[in-house]
């Protein structure tokens, strides 16, 4: 029987599938008390035992050191747990699998929005509603005639499953949205509810109304992200500070504050930029339909306006903080789509570079104007402020390669390796 200590974080789903199998099966797992996310996982001890420095990492009492939750949850586990044979061992593979590579990341996408923890994608939030849809029916169809998913008792498969859909029944599957899945809630139901789940995530209560993404919630919980805009903010509203307002009536609020004093007409943001020679339409079509490398750039420099229009490029600050690469496109998919106003005025090409847990972001920016295109309107800086940017002169040459090589997706790059990239035209 297994005996070790976990170092894991508070309520990590991936530490939680460990501690109930190890219930089930007896093994003597303990939590380590001092363990502190970014502390003690950077140490030169625990990086000697766990080099990647992840977590949950378990260290047994006779010196085995395993990382990965999956690894370890059945290392912990018994014979039950894993499967009495070959086929039913296979099964709950499956499961396992599908729980980490189909339910997990789109589970993520939508639920963590919502704890303030990642940014708000209406785009990638709706995908990520269907693909849990999916998922929920196929499970629903599997339960019609079971109990358990592979055999008449818990497996791997349901504590690995159930841990995965834990957030979304606590966070988003309201009532009616569950409803449809019935064998689903049945079996989830019956799970959380055994004494070995109860003893390591306590009495779950189901969802009640669908949680949505909470601004507020989100600067608080990434005050560095947030600081750098506070000083300019809190001078423009000097005059008329901004009240807290329940967020059921915000929009409302926001159309009838102040209606007893006079306002000047909003102005537009675009209105002081500089007539430009150069037709950003006209490169958007050439930049979306032609050859980037032999035709588009070509195209740009022959028609670029460097005295009315400006370059720029930008660097993601918290680089060290990214994980998931999916995340990493959510956020710079999220931040072009709250700068829709700049559409007319401004291209951009965003990279995301490297692999999970080992990422970067940056791009360049082409603005109409002299000025940073966030610059002109609060309504542009929910994200800018994450950003570091510098103005590239069209006149030298390693800025004219660097502009190139981010509108191409491949050049020098140093030691970085394109992952995905997204494009604001």
């Given at each position: 029987?297994?005996?070790?200590?976990?170092?894991?974080?508070?309520?990590?789903?991936?530490?939680?599938?460990?501690?109930?199998?190890?219930?089930?099966?007896?093994?003597?797992?303990?939590?380590?008390?001092?363990?502190?996310?970014?502390?003690?996982?950077?140490?030169?001890?625990?990086?000697?035992?766990?080099?990647?420095?992840?977590?949950?990492?378990?260290?047994?009492?006779?010196?085995?050191?395993?990382?990965e939750s999956n690894a370890i949850s059945y290392y912990v586990a018994n014979a039950q747990l894993r499967g009495n044979n070959d086929k039913d061992a296979a099964l709950i593979q499956q499961f396992i699998n599908f729980a980490d590579n189909e339910i997990l990341p789109s589970a993520a996408t939508w639920v963590f929005p919502t704890y303030g923890i990642m940014?708000?994608?209406?785009?990638?939030?709706?995908?990520?509603?269907?693909?849990?849809?999916?998922?929920?029916?196929?499970?629903?169809?599997?339960?019609?005639?079971?109990?358990?998913?592979?055999?008449?008792?818990?497996?791997?498969?349901?504590?690995?499953?159930?841990?995965?859909?834990?957030?979304?029944?606590?966070?988003?599957?309201?009532?009616?949205?569950?409803?449809?899945?019935?064998?689903?809630?049945?079996?989830?139901?019956?799970?959380?509810?055994?004494?070995?789940?109860?003893?390591?995530?306590?009495?779950?209560?189901?969802?009640?109304?669908?949680?949505?993404?909470?601004?507020?919630?989100?600067?608080?919980?990434?005050?560095?992200?947030?600081?750098?805009?506070?000083?300019?903010?809190?001078?423009?509203?000097?005059?008329?500070?901004?009240?807290?307002?329940?967020?059921?009536?915000?929009?409302?609020?926001?159309?009838?504050?102040?209606?007893?004093?006079?306002?000047?007409?909003?102005?537009?943001?675009?209105?002081?930029?500089?007539?430009?020679?150069?037709?950003?339409?006209?490169?958007?079509?050439?930049?979306?339909?032609?050859?980037?490398?032999?035709?588009?750039?070509?195209?740009?420099?022959?028609?670029?306006?460097?005295?009315?229009?400006?370059?720029?490029?930008?660097?993601?600050?918290?680089?060290?903080?990214?994980?998931?690469?999916?995340?990493?496109?959510?956020?710079?998919?999220?931040?072009?789509?709250?700068?829709?106003?700049?559409?007319?005025?401004?291209?951009?090409?965003?990279?995301?570079?490297?692999?999970?847990?080992?990422?970067?972001?940056?791009?360049?920016?082409?603005?109409?104007?002299?000025?940073?295109?966030?610059?002109?309107?609060?309504?542009?800086?929910?994200?800018?402020?994450?950003?570091?940017?510098?103005?590239?002169?069209?006149?030298?040459?390693?800025?004219?390669?660097?502009?190139?090589?981010?509108?191409?997706?491949?050049?020098?790059?140093?030691?970085?390796?394109?992952?995905?990239?997204?494009?604001?035209?």
């Amino acid at each position: 029987m297994a005996t070790g200590t976990l170092y894991t974080y508070p309520d990590n789903i991936r530490a939680f599938k460990i501690l109930i199998a190890a219930q089930y099966s007896g093994a003597k797992v303990t939590v380590s008390p001092n363990f502190k996310l970014g502390e003690t996982n950077k140490t030169a001890d625990f990086l000697k035992k766990f080099p990647l420095g992840k977590v949950p990492a378990f260290e047994g009492s006779d010196g085995t050191s395993i990382f990965e939750s999956n690894a370890i949850s059945y290392y912990v586990a018994n014979a039950q747990l894993r499967g009495n044979n070959d086929k039913d061992a296979a099964l709950i593979q499956q499961f396992i699998n599908f729980a980490d590579n189909e339910i997990l990341p789109s589970a993520a996408t939508w639920v963590f929005p919502t704890y303030g923890i990642m940014q708000y994608n209406k785009q990638a939030t709706d995908k990520a509603m269907d693909e849990i849809k999916k998922c929920l029916a196929y499970l629903n169809d599997h339960l019609l005639t079971k109990t358990y998913l592979v055999v008449e008792q818990i497996t791997l498969a349901d504590i690995t499953v159930a841990c995965n859909l834990l957030m979304l029944y606590k966070q988003v599957l309201e009532p009616a949205f569950r409803a449809p899945y019935g064998n689903v809630n049945r079996w989830f139901t019956t799970v959380i509810n055994q004494p070995q789940f109860k003893n390591v995530v306590g009495t779950v209560q189901l969802c009640e109304k669908m949680a949505k993404f909470d601004a507020a919630k989100f600067a608080q919980l990434n005050p560095k992200k947030q600081k750098e805009t506070k000083p300019a903010k809190e001078q423009k509203k000097k005059e008329t500070p901004k009240k807290e307002k329940p967020k059921k009536e915000k929009k409302v609020k926001e159309e009838d504050e102040d209606d007893d004093i006079p306002k000047e007409p909003k102005k537009n943001p675009l209105a002081g930029l500089p007539q430009t020679t150069f037709d950003f339409d006209a490169f958007k079509r050439e930049y979306s339909n032609k050859d980037t490398i032999t035709e588009a750039i070509p195209y740009f420099w022959k028609h670029f306006d460097k005295e009315n229009c400006s370059l720029w490029f930008c660097e993601y600050k918290y680089a060290d903080e990214l994980k998931r690469i999916f995340m990493s496109c959510n956020l710079v998919g999220g931040m072009l789509q709250r700068i829709e106003g700049l559409r007319k005025v401004a291209f951009g090409s965003m990279i995301i570079f490297g692999e999970d847990n080992n990422s970067s972001i940056s791009g360049v920016w082409v603005f109409k104007g002299q000025t940073l295109g966030f610059e002109l309107s609060e309504d542009f800086q929910v994200d800018s402020p994450s950003y570091d940017f510098k103005r590239l002169d069209p006149d030298n040459e390693d800025d004219r390669k660097l502009f190139n090589a981010y509108l191409a997706w491949e050049g020098d790059f140093g030691s970085k390796e394109v992952n995905q990239g997204k494009i604001f035209k």
